[in-house]
Nanobody, 121 residues
C-alpha cells in the first residue's frame, strides 16, 4: 500500500519560491512515474510535473515550464518540486502522486493527502 508524506506548502508572496517534498513508502519498479498534480479552488485536477523512475524522463505542464523543477533521490524514495516565481494562479492544493505502467505522465493512480500552497500579497 502506497503511503506518502508531503511537506513544504505554505503562504508565499507573488514572485517567491517554495520547495515541496514527498517521501513515499512502497516498492517502486522502474515503470512508475512520480510527480505532482494540483487542484485550485473551484477547479479540477491538473498535472503539474512528473519524472520517470526508470528513464528519468520529465513532464512539465505548460504553466510549470521554466518556473518549476522536479528532482528525486531514489535511494531514499524522496522527491521534490522546486517552484520559483510563484503567481497567484498557482494557489492550490498540491498532491504528490505515483502513476503506474503506461499511464501518461500527467496522470496518476495513487496520491497523498496534499499540501496547500497559497500565493498572495
Amino acid at each position: 500500500q502506497w503511503r506518502f508524506v508531503e511537506s513544504g506548502g505554505g503562504l508565499v508572496q507573488p514572485g517567491g519560491s517554495l520547495r515541496l517534498s514527498c517521501s513515499f513508502s512502497e516498492f517502486t519498479p522502474e515503470n512508475y512515474h512520480i510527480g505532482w498534480f494540483r487542484q485550485a479552488p473551484g477547479k479540477g485536477y491538473e498535472g503539474v510535473s512528473s519524472i520517470g523512475l526508470g528513464d528519468g524522463a520529465t513532464y512539465y505542464a505548460d504553466f510549470a515550464k521554466g518556473r518549476f523543477t522536479i528532482s528525486r533521490d531514489n535511494t531514499e524514495n524522496t522527491f521534490w518540486l522546486h517552484m520559483n516565481n510563484l503567481k497567484p494562479r498557482d494557489t492550490a492544493v498540491y498532491y504528490c502522486a505515483v502513476g503506474v505502467g503506461t499511464r501518461p505522465q500527467n496522470e496518476f493512480d495513487y496520491w497523498g493527502q496534499g499540501t496547500r500552497v497559497t500565493v498572495s500579497s
